[in-house]
C-alpha cells in the first residue's frame, strides 16, 4: 500500500519558471490538501479538496493553483515561482475521519 | 479564524514525563488532533480527541477541555527517539480544514 506519494522530492526553480508538484493517493480517500512548512511556522494549508471536482482555499493560496479531477490525483501548480515559495511542501489525504496521510514532502527552492 | 498556540521548544530528561500544551482560538472547532515529526519526516498522526477528557495510546495521551480551548499531549517514559516536533492541530466544524499550530520542538537528554 503506497498511501500518499509525492513527486518531486527535490527540486529547484528560477524565479518565474512554473512547475507542478504531483499527489496521488491510493486510499480513495476524499478528502485532500496541500501544506507548505517553513522553519518555526508549523503547517500552512495552502488549499484543500473535498472531492473531484471540488476544491477550495486555504490559508495561503496566493501564488498556487489545484485541480481534482479524479479521486486520486490532486497536484499543486505554482505559476510563477518566487523565493518566498522556496518552502518544504507536504500532499495530504484523509477520510472522513480525522487521521491526515502525509506524503514524504517534496523539497522546493527557488533561485 | 482559527489560531493554536504551543510551546516552541520543551526539554526532558529521558525517563521522565512532559506535556506539550495547545490553547486555541476558532471559530467552529470540531476536535484536537497531534502529529509527531521527526527531522526531515513526514508528519505522523498520534491522537485526536473529540470530546473533552483524556485519550490514551501507549505511552501517549492527550487531554482536551473544548469550555478552556485547551489541550495538551502528555508523554512518558520519554525516550531518546521522542525527540521531534509536535503539532496540534484543529479540524473546523465543517470537517473540511484541519490548521495546525506552529509545533513544539521536544528535545530529550540522557
Known sequence: ?111 | GQSLEQPSEVTAVEGAIVQINCTYQTSGFYGLSWYQQHDGGAPTFLSYNALDGLEETGRFSSFLSRSDSYGYLLLQELQMKDSASYFCAGLNTGGFKTIFGAGTRLFVKA
Request: charged share 15%; glycine share 10%; hydrophobic share 30%.
Open chain 1, 1 to 111: 500500500n503506497a498511501g500518499v506519494t509525492q513527486t518531486p522530492k527535490f527540486q529547484v526553480l528560477k524565479t518565474g519558471q512554473s512547475m507542478t508538484l504531483q499527489c496521488a493517493q491510493d486510499m480513495n480517500h476524499e478528502y485532500m490538501s496541500w501544506y507548505r512548512q517553513d522553519p518555526g511556522m508549523g503547517l500552512r494549508l495552502i488549499h484543500y479538496s473535498v472531492g473531484a471536482g471540488i476544491t477550495d482555499q486555504g490559508e495561503v493560496p496566493n501564488g498556487y493553483n489545484v485541480s481534482r479531477s479524479t479521486t486520486e490525483d490532486f497536484p499543486l501548480r505554482l505559476l510563477s515561482a518566487a523565493p518566498s515559495q522556496t518552502s518544504v511542501y507536504f500532499c495530504a489525504s484523509r477520510e472522513s475521519g480525522n487521521t491526515i496521510y502525509f506524503g514524504e514532502g517534496s523539497w522546493l527552492t527557488v533561485v
